[in-house]
Structures are given as structure tokens and as C-alpha cells.
């Protein structure tokens, strides 16, 4: 333990001595570095001091001035004996601005010294990648944020058109109607949707659907470009993404939302939040509808999609020690569209989601017990005419999970740990759709995750065990680096295996179509889906107001499961069954830029990506090799007007079908998309701003597409504080 021990101490000298001109060990104060907004400790910065002749404006010009002193975990640093008046320290770090401060100022702040975040390079606090959050510098895993401000840009109406803006991220329709979410080229059940870090309901039916999932009251996106299965276990094969609601703030407000638009878009939003310093609050109420429903053709009937939505959360502050949350959700949906014969399908869909949370700091970190419960209802009905028949509801599909943890969440010396235990009981009634009518299943899982910094790099591990009591065991690690090259520059590597578990309809299903001919049967020996996962990045903020990013990875899946033909029924019916018969390989590359020039921004990114089937070599159905997006904002300041001009492409997709004997063949192509949007919105004075938009300005209309893409306008007015104080 002794040798050990000396091993960092040694290597610390070693590193001392080659250093150009380093300052005097003899320190006098020791400073600190911290985010001006939050409070927290900035680990990595670099601190100098330079000579009076070299500040100028408050800015440094011509020497470099002395070799830099670096922070610790704690943000903490020694103030080198050779420092001393008659000049300035600067202050560098990744993800924040630059900053130069007078000798005697230092001073006089007792050597605190605070940074103010760089909004295109924020070293912000991710809560998706980690229990207790993880700082963007922590992360090896390549990571993406949509921020409010963006998802006021785009005035998208649920998730999916939002997701379908980022590149490297693809919405395609679902089976009968509904949108699915692809990350770098996986998708559907092996994207793990979340809201506040529990699971979207529908998850268990494979009945989840973008186009339905709002976004009332979300503050952020948080969106995971590769397997999380080492934290998430099941179904983060492809990535995660997490819905993030706003946090309840003190003293009392009112915000409200309306917009109405073509395609009859009608919608409205109101959100009430208050409370004092120890008891917060929010609850947002929701609802839209629009005549459009992804999938389908609107042209062939009368479709209509339409959301009620409420979410609210309680924040106590019960002691110096203990917090505590509760969540509470409810969601009512429908959609109807045309089925042939006059008739019309109906689905409806009502779900509650409830979660309680306590919090207690204990020792160096923070111990988090939770209970969460979630039901959700789904039935399916056809009829004549625009409304099913009333209390028709023998044949719902019905899901329940009950889930349990316990975390601990701490720093210790230079490691940021993460360990916990979770349980959880799942279960499905199906009268007409499962072989046992009811369904269910038991799961415990622990993991254990470490962010461990030495310098300027940091390397991260983690490993998830999950026992599940119908498809067995299964542990998903994973591996990472960050490295640090000055204050600028930033690399990352990491190494992951996702699993996704066979679903209940995969494991038990038992449906007949008699007027299609064939039999859907789950097939109990089904085993997990199972990739690696390979990915390496660089940041790169060359100056402030300018970041860069660029990203490798290649994904290899295997006992993909996929539906096949596996015989017939003694009556003739077709039986698909499904079985684990395919493996796939996705790569590619991904560039993003964030430019700040005063009151104009512009952002631009491009994503590339082979996705393809192994060993046959065929393409992936509806996988665009190229996605692309850029946005122009400009802000005129003081007047309340603002402009954004935003394009984006997915080029063409081939239309990949399955045959009887599981072949795959090439049934046609989906025409590449570009499409123009602009967006004016001016605050005209308390707290009102109107917005007006068109989508698709040009009225592309590329053929092959599951939805049809149309000129789109709308109208929004926002009531911003309506009652506060």
C-alpha cells in the first residue's frame, strides 16, 4: 500500500521538474475556482500570472506571463510564493469564459474566483449519465443537450419532430401509424425514452410513440448517442433520451402558451410554480391537436391525433440533510385514421405515473431511496363514423411496473463513485393478444459506476448486472477516457456493451389475423440483443464564442430479433414468429460547430452513417446516409425581435423489405428531404411575445416518406410571468 501510495507523488515530481519555468513550490494562500452561477468547484482550470505590462483592457496581450497552476477535484489551487502585486491572474477553462483579475482584486476576494459559463461550450452538469450528475468534462460517451431556447426555435409539437432536427438522429413511421426514434442508425425498442429519468409509458407494449410524447413543461433534452446499458440496463442499447421537466422555483408565477396553426394544429399550455424556500411546486397542463397522425397519408381519410397532458412536482427541503420530491403524471391520448370500408381505427391511450424520492447527504456524498409506479392503458377499437363505440373496453391492453432503488452518490479524493440497487415487478394483461392473458416478470439489478480524475484526464467505468426471472442474466460494462489538452482542446474514447432484453410480445405473444391469413406467436427462448460499442471524439473551443466537435463510432449488434416466417397452422394460416437470426454493423461520423458573433448565432452540424445487415451486406431499412442541419439566429437587442432561418436534410433512404424465407431486398427508395424553416418571435412587452413560423417554406414534397411532409404555418402567443412576484 505504502509503494502505491508513492507511485502519484513520484510521478507528480518526475512531471515538476520537466516542466518549463514552473512557479515556486513555496505557497503562500491557496485560491479557489468556482462557477459563478452555481456555485460549484471547476476542476482542470488554468490559472497564470502575468505581468502588469501585459494587461491591457483587462485583457491579456503579448508574454504568456508564468507556467499555469491547475486545479484539483475540488477546484482548489496554491497560490505560488513568486506571484505577487503589480499584475493579474488569469483564469482558463473548458466550457467557460476566459477571465483576467487584477492582483489586489484577487486579493480582496480572498482568492474566490468565479467563472462565467460559456453558453457554447458549458461544462454543464448531465444528469442522464450518471446518479448523482456528471460533469460534460467526466463524459466519454458522446453526449448532445437541446437546450429551452432550441426547443422554442423549432415549435415542434412532440418529441419526434423535435429529435428529428439533430443529425445523426432519424424519425420513422411506425406499424399501423405512429414515429420511432433511430440514434446513429438503432432504433425503436432499443432507444430508452425517459421523463425525469423514469421510463415513458408504453415501453412494455411496444406501444411508445413519439408523435404523442410532449413536451409540456420540459426544460431540456438530454440525448445519449450509444449504449447506456451499464446504467440503464435493458433497451439503452441504441442510446437514451431523457426529458427533463422544468424544477419548480420560489415565489409564485404563471406562464401560458397557445398556438394554432395549418394541418389543425390547435394547442395550449399553462404551468403554475411557486412556493417559499423549503416547500416548492409546478404542475403543467397541457393539450393539442392536430389533423395529422405520422405514418399515414392524411389524404386518404379523416385522421386526427389529440393529447391531454398534466405533470406536476412537489420539492421539500425537510432539513439541512434531507430532501425530498414527488412526481405525479397524468396523459389521455387518441388517435383516429382510416381503415378501409367507411370504418375508422381508434387508438386510446391513458397512463398515470407517480414516483416519490428522498434524498440524504451522508458522509462526502448523498444517499437517494426511490418508488416509482406507473400504469398504462391501451386499447385499440374500429367504427364508423369519428368516435368508437362508448364502453368497449373488454379488449385493453393493460401494463403496470413497480420499481424500487437505492443509490449513493459521492466524490471521494479525485473519484466521483456512483453505486446502486434497483428492483422492479412488471406486468401486462392482454385478453386476445397473450397465450397466458397476463404476464409478468421480477428484475433486480445493481451497478456501480466511477469517474476517476488524475490531471487533466479522467477515466470512467462502469458495470451494470441485471437477473431478470424470464430471459435470465446479463451484464452490460463499460469503459472511457477524457484528456484534457490545455484549456481548449478536449479528447474522449469509449468502450460499451448495450443489451436489450426480448420483450413481453416477443416472449408471449399470441395474435390471429384471420382476414390477413397469418398467426404473430412470441417464441419463450428467445435470447438479449447484445452490441459493442466503439466511439472517440474531440471538443475543441479555439477561442470563446466559437466550439467544435467531431465524433467516430461503429456499432456491432448481435442476436438481433427480428419477425420471420417459421411455418403454417393446420388450417392453412400464415406463422411468423420471432426468432434472433440477424446481426448489423452502424458506423460513421458526426461534425457539430456553435458560433456566437454578438447578436447573430449560427450552429450548424452533419452526421454520416453506414448502417447495414451482416453477413448478407444489405443496407438498413430508412437509414439516410447523410443528415444535416444548420440555423441562423439574429437578436436584435433591446427591441424584442428575433429571426431564426433554419435548413435541414436527410437524404435518400433505401426501402428495405423482408421476405418469407427472411431475405432482405431493396423495395424502392426514400427521396432525400430539404427543408427550410424560418421563425420570427418579438417580445413586446410584459412578458408577451408572438411568434409567427412556416415550416418546409419551399413545400418540399420528396416521395417514399411513411408521413406526408407539407408547408406547414402557425401562430404562437406566450404569456410569460402572467401573475409572478
Request: aromatic share 6%.
Amino acid at each position: 500500500m505504502r509503494t502505491r501510495a508513492r507511485v502519484p507523488v513520484l510521478l507528480a515530481a518526475i512531471c515538476a521538474a520537466a516542466a518549463p519555468g514552473p512557479p515556486s513550490v513555496a505557497a503562500q494562500k491557496q485560491g479557489l475556482v468556482h462557477d459563478r452561477e452555481s456555485g460549484r468547484a471547476v476542476a482542470g482550470a488554468a490559472v497564470r500570472w502575468v505581468a502588469e505590462g501585459n494587461v491591457v483592457s483587462g485583457r491579456v496581450s503579448g508574454s504568456r506571463g508564468r507556467a499555469a497552476v491547475v486545479t484539483d477535484t475540488d477546484g482548489a489551487f496554491l497560490v505560488p510564493a513568486s506571484w505577487g502585486p503589480g499584475g493579474a491572474v488569469e483564469v482558463r477553462a473548458l466550457g467557460y469564459r476566459t477571465r483576467t483579475v487584477e492582483w489586489g482584486e484577487a486579493v480582496a476576494a480572498g482568492w474566490r474566483i468565479g467563472l462565467a459559463p460559456d453558453p457554447l461550450a458549458l461544462d454543464e452538469v448531465v444528469v442522464t449519465a450518471g446518479v448523482g450528475g456528471r460533469r460534460r468534462a467526466e463524459l466519454a460517451i458522446p453526449f448532445e443537450t437541446i437546450e429551452a431556447e432550441e426547443i422554442a426555435v423549432t415549435g415542434a409539437a412532440a418529441a419526434d419532430r423535435l429529435l428529428d432536427q439533430v443529425p445523426g438522429l432519424q424519425v420513422t413511421g411506425a406499424t399501423p401509424v405512429g414515429s420511432n426514434l433511430m440514434i446513429r442508425g438503432i432504433g425503436g425498442a432499443r432507444v430508452l425514452v425517459l421523463i425525469d429519468g423514469r421510463p415513458a409509458a408504453g415501453a412494455l407494449l411496444e406501444n411508445r410513440d413519439l408523435s404523442r410524447l410532449s413536451l409540456a413543461g420540459v426544460e431540456r433534452v438530454e440525448v445519449v448517442k450509444g449504449p447506456l446499458s451499464s446504467l440503464y440496463g435493458s433497451d439503452a442499447l441504441g442510446g437514451v433520451v431523457n426529458l427533463i421537466t422544468r424544477a419548480p422555483a420560489e415565489g409564485f408565477r404563471v406562464d401560458a402558451h397557445a398556438a394554432s396553426g395549418t394541418a389543425g394544429r390547435r394547442e395550449a399550455e399553462t404551468t403554475a410554480s411557486g412556493g417559499g424556500e423549503r416547500l416548492r411546486y409546478r404542475v403543467t397542463g397541457s393539450w393539442r391537436q392536430e389533423d395529422r397522425v405520422p405514418g399515414l397519408d392524411p389524404e386518404t381519410g379523416n385522421p386526427l391525433a389529440r393529447v391531454w397532458d398534466v405533470r406536476s412536482r412537489l420539492h421539500l427541503d425537510a432539513s439541512e440533510r434531507w430532501d425530498l420530491r414527488a412526481d405525479v403524471s397524468w396523459l389521455h391520448e387518441r388517435q383516429r385514421w382510416p381503415v378501409g370500408g367507411d370504418f375508422s381505427g381508434f387508438n386510446d391511450n391513458e397512463g398515470y405515473s407517480g414516483w416519490l424520492e428522498g434524498r440524504r447527504r451522508m458522509g462526502p456524498g448523498t444517499w437517494t431511496g426511490s418508488v416509482f409506479v406507473q400504469e398504462y392503458e391501451h386499447l385499440y377499437r374500429s367504427a364508423r363514423g369519428d368516435a368508437p363505440i362508448a364502453g368497449d373496453r373488454d379488449a385493453a391492453q393493460r401494463e403496470r411496473i413497480w420499481r424500487a432503488g437505492s443509490t449513493y452518490s459521492a466524490g471521494v479524493g479525485a473519484h466521483h463513485l456512483d453505486v446502486g440497487v434497483e428492483g422492479a415487478h412488471r406486468a401486462i394483461r392482454s385478453p386476445d393478444k397473450l397465450i397466458e392473458e397476463r404476464v409478468a416478470d421480477r428484475q433486480l439489478a445493481a451497478f456501480a459506476q466511477d469517474a476517476w480524475r488524475l490531471g487533466a484526464t479522467v477515466l470512467s467505468g462502469g458495470a451494470r448486472l441485471t437477473w431478470n426471472s424470464r430471459w435470465g442474466t446479463n451484464i452490460a460494462p463499460a469503459v472511457g477516457l477524457t484528456h484534457a489538452v490545455g484549456t481548449r482542446l478536449r479528447v474522449r474514447a469509449s468502450v460499451a456493451r448495450g443489451f436489450r432484453a426480448p420483450s413481453f410480445k416477443e416472449l408471449a405473444w399470441q395474435f390471429v389475423n384471420l382476414g390477413g391469413g397469418y398467426v404473430l406467436q412470441g417464441y419463450p427462448e428467445l435470447e438479449a440483443e447484445r452490441s459493442w460499442n466503439a466511439s472517440g471524439g474531440v471538443e475543441w473551443s479555439p477561442h470563446t464564442g466559437l466550439h467544435i466537435e467531431a465524433d467516430v463510432f461503429a456499432n456491432r449488434i448481435e442476436d438481433l430479433i427480428e419477425p420471420g416466417f417459421v411455418g403454417n397452422t393446420p388450417s392453412g394460416l400464415l406463422i411468423y414468429s420471432p426468432r434472433n437470426v440477424a446481426e448489423a454493423v452502424t458506423q460513421g461520423f458526426e461534425l457539430r460547430m456553435r458560433a456566437d458573433f454578438g447578436s447573430s448565432r449560427f450552429s450548424t452540424g452533419y452526421a454520416w452513417l453506414d448502417a447495414r445487415a451482416t453477413p448478407s451486406d444489405t443496407p438498413l431499412d430508412r437509414r439516410a446516409r447523410h443528415t444535416a442541419h444548420a440555423r441562423v439566429s439574429w437578436i436584435a437587442g433591446g427591441s424584442g425581435l428575433r429571426v431564426d432561418v433554419t435548413g435541414n436534410l436527410t437524404g435518400s433512404a433505401p426501402i428495405v423489405s423482408v421476405g418469407r424465407g427472411g431475405g432482405r431486398e431493396e423495395a424502392g427508395t426514400q427521396e432525400r428531404l430539404t427543408a427550410v424553416d424560418v421563425r420570427v418571435a418579438w417580445g413586446v412587452g410584459g412578458g408577451v411575445e408572438v411568434t409567427v413560423a412556416v415550416d418546409n417554406l419551399f413545400d418540399s414534397r420528396p416521395g417514399g416518406w411513411q408521413s406526408t411532409i407539407e408547408r406547414r404555418l402557425r401562430m404562437g402567443l406566450a404569456l410569460k410571468e402572467l401573475f409572478g412576484n
